[in-house]
């Protein structure tokens, strides 16, 4: 039986009320956040500029679309361009730069630089090729002939390549994909090739099952000519589980013309004993487009890396007995690397003159780090490199004499589509989601300790379950999930997950019970849609519906990727209108 004590119960009251008074506090705080932010929707627009002075088009063009924003109502750019990277390069003119800045300035506008590249990194990179991130290779095979260390491909040839053979080997997987033969429309004269003609919606793409060994670099060569092509070619490896190990498009000439041109791709084969290869366009398009001369090969040491967490180990494929580089093998760099080419005559290993122990007509395995460029021919830079964390601080500094540091720093970490591989990432974390955790807090960290007043902002991608924070992602090594756990609280989302725009929102709001580890923060988040749809009134109202009863968004970012700006005002009109219906939900 339980017996009440009067102290105890005067206790009870006085902690009662405390406790309804802060919930009190809480919730009106909460609902003069929500309001305020809801009232009038903060808008931005995503600029993407090239200020080198050699740019005759600037500041011209900036400058036009930077009144057109304003008189559209908008009050921040985010300004994305080279010279955000280039302002910490000596002797770097930054005469462009400052009459951007000065004009957008001068219309009242907050402009935020992107900084912290580690998806698109080549910016970044030309400071020290180094840094980027590599990719192990397992086991390449060479033979000692003569003075030289000569590559043994382990790869069976294409069936039928150049097509000579009809469709043998081959998957045409739509109608309108045909076999030529005519040697007047074939590459080099030959008497058959690929031939696709204008589709209305079907893919129509050459199909081949190829036979692989784990951890090895393969090349794939073709090529193409097309006329009134509206639509990228595209090449693609996918592994038995669907995830892409190659993924590039050929962008098209500006005419939609192009006479027999060379395709190169280089690609890791990861973990696969299997792969199939896809060559095509994957919707419908019109125009006609040739393919001719397939062909695959395992290549070895194209853009090898040299740094500490990119080890070479030389030895007996049998024995496993260990060759010294530098004795028995010459010091293995590639002189053809600089910017990381997709592809390149690889390079040549040799034999000292003397001291080697290695005889000719000996097999000798190699296990390098080589960096592969991916997406675009984007290379990201390594999570754990020591001089980017060096240089991020210096960076950081560099751009405070340029842009206001109350408009904020945005990190740039979109699409990372290679990490965790290197040596020294692998023994950093067990998996890339808490090696991308890790990072953003040092970088966040850097940051901080150099412009402490300065609002942080991200892109949301490479921290959402339902968008790139998942397994099996491209050439990641593990998976990704997590890695959210390391974003800061006062961390603004740049949310660009407009496919699962409701359930990404509601992560970010801490409102998603379903992941692990649990996201519990409610973070600010900016909405960064448009995306080139063509009509920016429909994109905003969409946008708006599926944040409707989600807290912490603060705004919207007018997003193109093709220099469309002429969405501006309708798609800041719509957003507004749907604004003024969202802000009666708080």
Same mark, same amino acid.
């Given at each position: ?29 909460? /609902? ?242 299997? !792969? ?86 000996? !097999? ?38 340029? /842009? ?102 509601? /992560? ?79």
């Amino acid at each position: 039986m339980l017996h009440h004590h009067p102290s105890l119960t005067v206790v009870m009251v006085v902690v009662l009320v405390m406790f309804i008074s802060c919930i009190d506090d809480i919730f009106a705080s909460s /609902f003069s956040s929500a309001s305020s932010a809801s009232t009038t929707p903060e808008l931005w627009y995503f600029h993407n500029a090239n200020s080198a002075v050699s740019n005759k088009a600037e500041p011209a063009r900036s400058i036009g679309i930077i009144d057109s924003a304003h008189a559209a109502g908008y009050s921040g750019i985010v300004f994305d361009d080279n010279a955000n990277a280039f302002v910490s390069r000596p002797g770097w003119d930054t005469t462009t730069l400052k009459q951007i800045l000065q004009h957008a300035s001068s219309r009242g506008m907050k402009v935020m630089p992107t900084t912290a590249s580690y998806g698109y990194s080549g910016a970044l990179l030309y400071f020290n090729q180094s840094w980027a991130e590599s990719q192990r290779v397992v086991g390449s095979l060479f033979k000692v002939v003569g003075s030289s260390l000569v590559l043994q491909n382990s790869l069976p040839p294409l069936i039928n390549g150049n097509f000579e053979q009809g469709k043998t080997g081959w998957y045409f997987d739509d109608a309108g994909l045909e076999l030529v033969t005519n040697s007047t429309q074939c590459y080099n004269g030959g008497s058959s090739c690929a031939m696709m003609v204008a589709s209305s919606g079907n893919p129509q793409r050459l199909i081949q099952k190829i036979t692989v060994t784990p951890w090895r670099t393969y090349h794939i060569r073709y090529y193409i000519k097309y006329t009134g092509l509206n639509t990228d070619p595209q090449t693609m490896i996918l592994d038995d589980k669907g995830v892409a190990r190659l993924s590039n498009t050929v962008s098209r000439s500006s005419n939609d013309q192009l006479n027999w041109t060379v395709v190169d791709e280089v690609f890791n084969s990861v973990d696969s004993t299997s !792969l199939m290869l896809y060559i095509g366009v994957w919707g419908g398009h019109t125009g006609t487009m040739w393919i001719d001369d397939i062909s695959a090969e395992e290549v070895a040491l194209i853009n090898v890396l040299r740094n500490e967490g990119a080890p070479i180990r030389i030895y007996d494929p049998t024995s496993h007995f260990n060759y010294t580089e530098g004795i028995d093998v010459s010091p293995i760099t590639d002189p053809l690397s600089g910017g990381f080419s997709i592809y390149h005559t690889p390079p040549v290993p040799h034999i000292p003159a003397t001291g080697s122990r290695l005889k000719d007509g000996q !097999l000798v395995a190699i296990d390098a780090y080589c960096v592969t460029p991916s997406f675009r021919y984007t290379t990201p830079a390594c999570m754990t490199e020591p001089g980017v964390f060096s240089w991020l601080e210096k960076n950081i500094h560099d751009l405070s004499n340029y /842009f206001n540091r109350s408009s904020g720093l945005f990190f740039y970490y979109d699409e990372i589509r290679h990490m965790h591989s290197c040596a020294r990432c692998a023994a950093k974390t067990n998996a890339a989601g808490e090696l991308l955790a890790w990072n953003i807090q040092q970088v966040s960290d850097i940051a901080f300790s150099i412009s402490p007043d300065a609002p942080l902002y991200v892109w949301s991608d490479m921290f959402d379950p339902y968008a790139n924070a998942i397994d099996d992602y491209f050439d990641v090594e593990g998976t990704i999930a997590g890695s959210w756990v390391g974003l800061p609280p006062n961390m603004t989302i740049m949310n660009w997950n407009l496919v699962h725009l409701t359930q990404s929102l509601n /992560f970010f709001a801490g409102r998603d019970n379903s992941t692990r580890p649990l996201q519990p923060h409610q973070y600010d988040q900016i909405i960064a849609g448009y995306y080139d749809s063509g009509d920016g009134a429909t994109s905003a109202k969409q946008e708006i519906a599926a944040a409707r009863g989600i807290p912490g968004i603060k705004g919207v970012m007018y997003t193109t990727w093709v220099d469309d700006y002429s969405q501006l005002l309708p798609y800041a009109n719509a957003v507004r209108a749907a604004w003024a219906g969202r802000i009666k939900e708080y």
